[in-house]
């Protein structure tokens, strides 16, 4: 299509833009924009994420220990490092620097790839020991490591004085999901009464903690699967992205007056690191 | 190169800008994979509008169906599951597909560069992007279709969408999602053209009210439109593997679904009306021929709309156990949109009055489009009531309500658009008669369909209920028969349309007397949209253009200066 | 073209569109970069290891303060926003504004109606201090 470039000497100038800082203004404005429905589409995940923990602490406390914080920081490191790569690179494309440009940018790729590779350790090490989402949740014996974390083994489950505490105990959690209705009638007025009296301790690997209770793990994986899943698959994006500027790169096509597009992407791989930045403390770093 | 076929007997060519081209955007390059394969923004605002037109056909027959069904109490010919399949689909393909992308995406890509005097939006290909995830989107909705319908409501709510349903939701969750993004695209495209592509000396405060309106409508789609996004991809997930989020067993919460669903689809519902709003502020200062009453009211009341429709989407939940302080703060906040939008009305009002109104059809639409909006602005006020609503709530009272805003308003003012721009989209003159008598045809059924639904929901007739009481058996007929009435009118409206394609007469420039850009441009405009770009000036200085006998149209006024309005 | 280049000449001398005030080129200079980037490692260790001490109802906190300074620095010296036009970080700083609506008010609704869902006030499980 001929009439996409107009502009014969300036051969990455589109016809409908004046000049080349017309092109980069808009262009700039573009990805700023779609950055902000980036920021809130991943806000739907974030607010998942704080209304669970916000209900459940206990599940995201103990479930969150069958994450290796090592590999998350390592991981953290591997975003961090390939981030100043492409601030670099932009860098570089300003200044003109062809083979520093090509070299960044190459970098940047190495980490992203680097980044996967570990999310891929994890994950399959996740998948192997059964912490799967949602129904596939079918975590094996020892799926969550003994070590580190003796306070959080603990689950307080709730206690009906009207029976025997002994006996009852497992038998009236596992029906409440049956018949809540009734349930609440039954035990809602001693709760109030009774407050911290109606609660007994026990680890979660207890017999007594009914399944559907333990099963509750399940809703942190099902929340990290989606939210490094999705992260991820922003990482494959930008490699994809990443691997177009290198071609173009290696070309030459950028120069001091038209870099536009690695400072674009640049600015899409910072904020899949931004969102990273978050998504390690919140994931891995629960106590 | 391009021939002026008009006669310029005795004056010089530069007096009359040049009415037609024999060369232009619709014959500029033949063949079909140069429409696919487009990256002109009318080009891609016809194809929308192809497709567009398409997925109303396919929403109205199925609203066709149950309404015939309604005709009678008792079992016609549809059983309990087909007529939840024939509401649900009608109310997702005529949501997602058609009033969505209706005016933003058809009519805003033919008209929104011509209106800055630009050559295109700021991101073309991204614009085609925005077209083919549209197709990819109505392919979902295709495949649902054929892979077992859908049954949930176009709302999807949980649990019965994530765990009950057997429908093919997860295709038409897909197909919405998909069509989220071209909604997104098209939003972030027309900010960046607006910021970016304004011609010199179009200030903001010059800017047409249909650009402002616009604007309003692309900050929505930026912003709310990603969190159904995730929405939707959280309802997959939920579907597909259970991850719990929303389903109580595993200690989630399908309240939480509602809330997420409308964070993104009570402002999408001013996606719909705020286009409508900007293309009537528009027709009522053309048909007027009076400058704009309120410019700056207008734009901002626009802006906030925007800005407030972000703060009540708990008004959709007073009764589906949202907390009682929730339901005070956005019953509240619920009230204070009736302000913006009654300046809008005011101020359109304001504008007729003493204007020398004439009632070419785009008008008619116009004057409808007031008439029921009023309406269902009006009812609105008694649903955002915590105390009526929790009567009203889930009755025909709220289908009329949001009918007479979303048909009433919406799909009344897209079609006042159509015709008003329709000349400069195609380069042909309609039949004024024929259109009229159909605008006022389909008026009377829209009233006839919806009115007496307020009388029945009044009186307790519950919505998406397949069967009803002997009471209510009068108000259904009514309704039903309307239904037929707009449906007829709207059979008028295409006839007469694709009529003018073959035999209408060839359109001037400027064959209504608009002061905004897009009529200095010939009809219909080359592929650059201007031979030179227009300077711009008041978009509401009537006095800047008059009649032209042997043009047959509006040509601007020789060396007008134009006065300062403000 | 000759036509776009007269668009271009007529149109030179004027403000088009929003004015193009400048600051979009600035470079950033390398002892910031690397400076960011060693702050952003250090920021990231300091998160590790206070996340060792069980400080109560202050960890969230901790963790999300850290993270936030990194997230800052992140926007305002590799995303240039600190010398880029004020539009975008109005955006962007906008945008968190609709998210923390968004979050903030499910927050206080889940906190209001929680009371009311007894069959998980029943079966509360907290984790121990």
């Given at each position: 299509m001929s009439h996409d470039h107009g502009h014969g000497d300036k051969p990455f100038l589109a016809h409908h833009f004046e000049d080349e800082d017309h092109q980069f203004d808009s262009g700039k404005l573009g990805i700023w924009v779609f950055l902000v429905t980036e920021i809130l589409f991943f806000s739907g995940l974030f607010c998942a994420y704080a209304i669970y923990r916000s209900m459940h602490p206990e599940v995201f406390v103990f479930a969150s220990k069958a994450l290796d914080t090592k590999w998350g920081a390592i991981n953290t490191c591997v975003l961090l490092f390939s981030s100043l790569t492409a601030a670099w690179a932009v860098r570089n494309a300003q200044l003109g620097q062809k083979n520093r440009l090509v070299m960044n940018l190459a970098l940047t790729i190495a980490c992203a790839f680097g980044f996967m590779g570990i999310k891929y350790v994890e994950y399959t090490h996740k998948f192997h020991v059964g912490l799967k989402p949602g129904d596939l949740y079918a975590p094996v014996e020892?799926?969550?490591?003994?070590?580190?974390?003796g306070h959080a083994r603990a689950v307080t489950v709730a206690l009906d004085h009207s029976a025997d505490p002994e006996a009852h105990d497992v038998a009236h959690e596992a029906g409440a999901g049956e018949h809540p209705v009734q349930e609440a009638h039954a035990a809602a007025p001693e709760h109030a009464a009774d407050g911290e009296h109606g609660h007994t301790m026990v680890p979660w690997d207890d017999p007594r903690v009914p399944t559907e209770i333990k099963n509750r793990l399940k809703i942190f994986f099902g929340i990290y699967f989606c939210m490094t899943g999705l992260h991820g698959i922003h990482v494959l994006l930008g490699i994809v992205v990443f691997f177009w500027l290198l071609g173009r790169a290696i070309r030459g096509h950028f120069t001091p007056t038209y870099y536009g597009p690695v400072d674009f992407s640049a600015l899409y791989w910072h904020l899949v690191d931004l969102i990273w930045i978050y998504l390690f403390p919140l994931l891995y770093l629960i106590h | 190169m391009a021939q002026i076929d008009i006669p310029l007997s005795g004056r010089r060519a530069q007096d009359v800008p040049v009415q037609h081209l024999d060369t232009n955007y619709l014959n500029v390059s033949k063949g079909l994979l140069s429409w696919f394969l487009t990256l002109d923004h009318k080009r891609i605002g016809v194809m929308y509008l192809l497709g567009i037109t398409g997925a109303f056909a396919l929403g109205g027959l199925a609203a066709l169906g149950f309404r015939l069904e309604l005709f009678r109490p008792g079992m016609q010919y549809m059983t309990h599951e087909q007529y939840n399949q024939f509401f649900t689909v009608h109310g997702a393909v005529m949501v997602f597909l058609f009033i969505i992308p209706g005016i933003p995406a058809a009519l805003g890509n033919m008209v929104l560069p011509l209106m800055l005097g630009a050559k295109d939006v700021a991101f073309p290909r991204l614009n085609l992007g925005s077209f083919y995830l549209w197709m990819i989107g109505a392919f979902f909705f295709l495949w649902t279709l054929i892979g077992g319908g859908l049954d949930t409501g176009w709302t999807f709510y949980t649990p019965y969408s994530s765990t009950l349903s057997s429908t093919a939701v997860i295709q038409a969750t897909a197909g919405a999602f998909v069509l989220g993004f071209s909604s997104i695209f098209t939003g972030l495209n027309f900010i960046v053209t607006i910021h970016k592509m304004r011609p010199p000396g179009m200030t903001w405060h010059k800017l047409p009210l249909f650009l402002w309106g616009m604007y309003a409508t692309a900050v929505i789609q930026v912003l709310a439109t990603p969190v159904l996004g995730i929405t939707l991809l959280m309802l997959i997930m939920e579907r597909a593997l259970g991850i719990g989020i929303f389903d109580p067993a595993n200690g989630g919460d399908p309240v939480l679904f509602q809330h997420f669903f409308w964070f993104y689809s009570h402002p999408a519902v001013y996606i719909m009306i705020l286009p409508a709003m900007a293309i009537v502020s528009e027709l009522i200062a053309t048909f007027s021929r009076k400058h704009i009453f309120g410019y700056k009211m207008i734009a901002y009341s626009s802006v906030s709309i925007a800005l407030l429709s972000f703060l009540v989407w708990g008004h959709h939940m007073?009764?589906?156990?949202?907390s009682a302080l929730s339901g005070v703060i956005f019953s509240a906040i619920t009230f204070t949109i009736a302000i913006p939008s009654a300046i809008k009305v005011f101020n359109w009002l304001a504008t007729i009055y003493r204007g020398s109104v004439s009632l070419e059809t785009p008008m008619l639409y116009a004057l409808e489009f007031i008439w029921l909006f009023t309406i269902g602005g009006l009812t609105g006020l008694f649903l955002s009531v915590m105390s009526t609503d929790v009567v009203l709530h889930d009755t025909y009272f709220v289908v009329a309500h949001f009918h007479y805003v979303m048909v009433g308003g919406t799909l009344f003012a897209f079609l006042g658009g159509l015709h008003y721009w329709w000349p400069k989209m195609i380069g042909r003159m309609y039949d004024e008669g024929l259109s009229r008598l159909a605008s006022i045809t389909a008026f009377i059924g829209f009233n006839l369909a919806f009115f007496p639904q307020f009388i029945m929901g009044s009186k307790g007739m519950p919505r998406r209920y397949a069967d009803y009481k002997p009471d209510f058996t009068l108000y259904h007929q009514l309704s039903t028969i309307g239904t037929l009435v707009l449906g007829a009118g709207i059979l008028m409206i295409v006839y007469t349309l694709v009529k003018s394609i073959f035999s209408g007469k060839k359109a001037p420039a400027n064959p209504w007397g608009g002061a905004t850009m897009e009529w200095e441009c010939p009809s219909p405009p080359p592929h650059f949209n201007f031979e030179h770009p227009p300077h711009a000036s008041d978009p509401y200085d009537m006095e800047r253009v008059k009649w032209d006998e042997q043009v047959g149209g509006w040509v601007p006024v020789p060396g007008y200066q134009s006065r300062v309005h403000h | 073209m000759s036509h776009s280049e007269q668009t271009a000449a007529q149109h030179g001398a004027h403000a088009h569109g929003d004015d193009h005030a400048h600051g979009s080129h600035h470079v950033l200079p390398r002892w910031l970069l690397l400076g960011t980037w060693a702050a952003l490692m250090s920021l990231t260790g300091l998160t590790v290891f206070s996340a060792q001490y069980h400080l109560g109802a202050f960890d969230v906190p901790i963790a999300m303060t850290i993270a936030t300074i990194k997230g800052l620095l992140v926007m305002l010296i590799f995303m240039h926003l600190a010398w880029d036009k004020g539009f975008h970080s109005v955006l962007i700083f906008g945008s968190l504004l609709f998210v923390w609506l968004f979050v903030g008010f499910l927050l206080i609704d889940r906190g209001q109606y929680q009371g009311s869902k007894t069959q998980f006030d029943r079966d509360v499980i907290q984790s121990q201090p």
């Open positions: 020892g799926a969550y490591p003994e070590k580190g974390h | 007073f009764v589906s156990g949202q | -």
